[in-house]
């Protein structure tokens, strides 16, 4: 047999996949490290009971394994039976779909869960072979869909360079917006005020100078993180997940999980007003990206939200030169704020023909006014105009 011939399965649990042996094509040598594809990650979304069949999320994991039984190649996939914790939002196709007499749940996904960042989607090393293995896994992920007979499959917050691939597979293209931090080589923060525009950078001073006043914040990392931090945190994670999307996705044991497993890759900030700690932002340490996650405080002050989650996180990024401040979903007021728009990709393929070219002149109609509004936010960043 060719031990490069691709053998393709599916797995309805990480938990039976050695650690090692997904940490390699998740993240080999000579890539950026990205927490959020590591086994330990998305195993932990599943073992504490965050994504699970009772709350929705039914594995179904595509491996692709050589002739000698080692895996090549991976895609993290789920059968979904809702659209909750995506951040790709596709709740009025589900809905036309079944007005129309269609059942558009249990569909495919393949993303992080709860997670809106951009990443590796086909888990392959570096290597002669990679792009076997890459339209192995992709193949694999199709007759799967086909086999099971979902409505669709859906492969959220891709690469740039990985849209026209996939769109020259048959999917469709959906495109939307995030606000992103870029270091452009800065010293500190002094060196990142310099590169906005006077009025901005005075408006930023003044918010710092709000939020900062009577606290102290205090950076939290590795093996400082206590489980009393983490009781201290849940707190407040729920509070802001009951509010804003009704029911948090992450459990208590979520949380513990990812500290017992990747504490060196999670970087708590807190707000004190003396040794009480009133606020606090989660974030996750790739090699080139801090990526905010989690907010919340139960003693709201102006600017706070701003100061832990934002300039808090530049400043970290600039100590420990990172390229990038990825601080999750939406937000237009993080422009002003030295965060700018770019755009994020996610593919889509519908089994029913007719309901395809629907979505498709959905979409059309979609990115055209995505590219609007990415026109119209590029001339308004804050920064000195040459």
Same mark, same amino acid.
């Given at each position: ?16 996949? =050695? ?29 504490? &009971? ?15 394994? =050589? ?22 939002? =596709? ?7 079944? @007005?129309?007499? &269609? ?18 989607? *086909? ?52 495109? /939307?917006?995030?606000?992103?931090? *870029?270091? /452009? ?13 006077? +009025?901005?950078?005075?408006?930023? @001073? ?21 489980? =009393? ?13 009951? *509010? ?28 004190? +007003? ?62 002003? @704020? ?18 395809? /070219? ?19 936010? *590029?001339?308004?960043?804050?920064? @000195?105009? +040459?």
């Amino acid at each position: 047999m060719d031990a490069a011939l691709p053998q393709i399965t599916s797995v309805s649990s990480l938990a039976g996949i =050695d650690p090692a042996e997904w940490n390699a094509v998740a993240n080999p040598p000579g890539l950026p490290y990205d927490p959020f594809v590591s086994w330990e990650f998305l195993e932990a979304m599943e073992s504490s &009971g965050a994504a699970t069949p009772r709350t929705g999320w039914r594995g179904g994991h595509i491996l692709v394994r =050589d002739g000698n039984d080692r895996l090549r190649g991976a895609m993290p996939m789920w059968f979904k039976y809702h659209s909750r914790g995506e951040f790709v939002f =596709d709740q009025s196709w589900a809905e036309a779909w079944q @007005r129309a007499g &269609g059942e558009y749940y249990p569909k495919l996904l393949c993303a992080v869960p709860f997670t809106p960042v951009t990443g590796r989607r *086909r888990l392959v090393a570096p290597g002669p072979d990679a792009e076997l293995y890459r339209a192995a896994l992709l193949d694999g992920a199709l007759q799967l869909a086909e086999q099971t007979g979902v409505s669709s499959l859906h492969i959220n917050f891709i690469e740039d360079e990985e849209a026209p691939l996939f769109e020259k597979a048959g999917f469709l293209s959906r495109t /939307d917006q995030q606000f992103h931090w *870029r270091n /452009d080589g800065y010293g500190s923060f002094d060196d990142f005020l310099a590169s906005l525009s006077s +009025e901005k950078r005075k408006n930023l @001073r003044k918010e710092r100078a709000k939020a900062q006043a009577g606290l102290t914040f205090r950076h939290v990392q590795g093996e400082e993180i206590a489980e =009393d931090h983490l009781d201290i945190f849940f707190e407040f994670y729920m509070d802001t997940g009951n *509010r804003k999307w009704g029911s948090p996705y992450l459990t208590r044991k979520s949380f513990s999980i990812l500290r017992e497993r990747m504490a060196k890759d999670i970087l708590f900030i807190f707000a004190c +007003e003396g040794d009480e700690i009133i606020a606090g932002a989660m974030n996750l340490v790739g090699s080139e990206t801090l990526y905010g996650r989690y907010w919340g405080t139960l003693d709201a002050r102006p600017m706070l939200h701003f100061e832990t989650c934002y300039y808090q996180a530049i400043d970290y990024a600039i100590k420990h030169g990172l390229k990038t401040v990825e601080a999750g979903a939406q937000g237009g007021h993080k422009l002003a @704020r030295g965060y700018a728009p770019v755009l994020t990709h996610s593919a889509h393929w519908i089994a029913h023909p007719g309901f395809r /070219d629907a979505v498709s002149d959905y979409l059309e109609r979609e990115r055209a006014a995505v590219d609007e509004d990415m026109n119209y936010l *590029r001339d308004r960043t804050p920064f @000195r105009k +040459e």
